[in-house]
């Protein structure tokens, strides 16, 4: 059975960091990522990684987030540093087995979590 399983979420201060993780069972997924969606907003890719390690990130994040995974554990992380107040919203890890080209694209992944909230006051 596919699980994704998210952590980390939590409450912080504008410029500050957060880190969070995702542990998949299972194996064999091809592209990994995150998405959020903000209350009455639809939601949106923020990074994205593939087999070989191919990264992906939306411009919004780019230079403040970085995603990674590491296979042993089978996990993946979002490191989020500069935090922005726009930058909160509920946090998803998203899965796929096959190679996707539109990584950022939430219609592209099969398998979700229940997702980890993250909150940046001003």
């Known amino acids: 059975q596919v699980q994704l399983v998210e952590s980390g979420g939590g409450s912080v201060q504008a410029g500050g960091s957060l880190r969070l993780s995702c542990a998949a069972s299972g194996y064999g997924y091809s592209t990994l990522g995150w998405f959020r969606q903000a209350p009455g907003k639809e939601r949106e890719g923020v990074a994205a990684?593939?087999?070989?390690?191919?990264?992906s990130y939306a411009d919004s994040v780019k230079g403040r987030f970085t995603i990674s995974k590491d296979n042993a554990k089978n996990t993946l992380y979002l490191q989020m540093n500069s935090l922005k107040p726009e930058d909160t919203a509920m946090y998803y890890c998203?899965?796929?087995?096959?190679?996707?080209?539109?990584?950022?694209?939430?219609?592209?992944?099969?398998?979700w979590g229940q997702g980890t909230q993250v909150t940046v006051s001003s």
């Open positions: 998203a899965a796929d087995r096959t190679y996707l080209y539109r990584r950022l694209m939430r219609d592209e992944y099969e398998y």
């Open positions: 990684i593939d087999g070989d390690g191919s990264t």
